[in-house]
């Protein structure tokens, strides 16, 4: 089975610190993705990469910056940490050539005080 | 952006009624389509991976079916149970390979 882990279920951080929230896969997935869901608004793309060292801006990545230094490990990086970022963050990943079925971690909710 | 729209929002059915949901997503430039279901407090899961018009999936008391030229699916869930409480979410893949998700369905089933 496909296991992606996040580091934390629950961060609460205040205004204007750095944030790190990791994602890691075991499958050895090429592509990785970092969404946000908030109510009413569904689940939303921040950031995605096709391979170490390589990202591509998504929907939404305005605030958020994104590190792929080995191919199972994928960080989201909130720089300055402001409170309309509180929302539950989700990672995915997903083999390249597949049907494109991505796995998901179980999310972080983080709150921003 | 692909728009992809889901109906209804939200859904109350009791035990053992059938139900179904619909999701609409631009026919041009279609690569595949994909319903995932989101229990609370799980990952959300693949349910169905859609490619072809016309296609028919079925996994148990769930089935989907696909309209690429029209642009829409729907999923039924037949007898519903309780434990078919969830956030059922459709999602269009781009040309990325990326997807673009729809904001669901939320359906809550009484016993």
């Known amino acids: 089975d496909v296991k992606v882990t996040q580091s934390s279920r629950y961060l609460v951080k205040r205004t204007g610190e750095k944030?790190?929230?990791?994602?890691?896969?075991?499958?050895?997935?090429?592509?990785?993705?970092?969404?946000r869901q908030d109510p009413g608004l569904g689940l939303r793309l921040i950031y995605f990469s096709y391979d170490v060292k390589m990202k591509e801006k998504g929907d939404i990545p305005e605030g958020y910056s994104v590190s792929r230094e080995?191919?199972?490990?994928?960080?989201?990086?909130?720089?300055?940490?402001?409170?309309?970022?509180?929302?539950?963050?989700?990672?995915?990943?997903?083999?390249?050539?597949?049907?494109?079925?991505?796995?998901?971690?179980?999310?972080?909710?983080?709150?921003?005080? | 952006i692909l728009n992809v729209e889901q109906s209804p929002?939200?859904?109350?059915?009791?035990?053992?009624?059938?139900?179904?949901?619909t999701c609409s997503f631009p026919s041009s430039n279609f690569y595949a389509l994909h319903w995932?279901?989101?229990?609370?407090?799980?990952?959300?899961?693949?349910?169905?991976?859609?490619?072809?018009?016309?296609?028919?999936?079925?996994?148990?008391?769930?089935?989907?079916?696909l309209n690429t030229k029209e642009g829409y699916s729907y999923l039924y869930i037949k007898g519903s149970q309780p434990e078919d409480s969830a956030t059922y979410l459709c999602a269009s893949v781009r040309s990325q390979g990326n997807l673009i998700f729809g904001k669901g369905?939320?359906?809550s089933v009484k016993p």
């Not at chain 1, 994602?23 to 090429?30: F, G, I, L, Y």
């Not at chain 2, 929002?9 to 949901?21: A, K, M, P």
């Open chain 2, 36 to 65: 995932y279901r989101w229990e609370t407090a799980k990952s959300p899961e693949a349910l169905f991976v859609m490619t072809l018009n016309g296609d028919e999936k079925k996994k148990g008391r769930i089935s989907a079916t």
């Open chain 2, 105 to 107: 369905t939320k359906l």
């Open chain 1, 19 to 35: 944030v790190f929230l990791e994602c890691v896969q075991d499958m050895d997935h090429e592509n990785m993705f970092w969404y």
């Open chain 1, 70 to 113: 080995k191919k199972e490990r994928f960080s989201l990086i909130l720089e300055s940490a402001s409170t309309n970022q509180t929302s539950m963050y989700l990672c995915a990943s997903l083999a390249r050539g597949s049907s494109y079925e991505q796995y998901f971690g179980p999310g972080t909710r983080l709150t921003v005080t």
């Open chain 2, 9 to 21: 929002q939200s859904l109350h059915v009791q035990e053992g009624d059938s139900t179904n949901f």
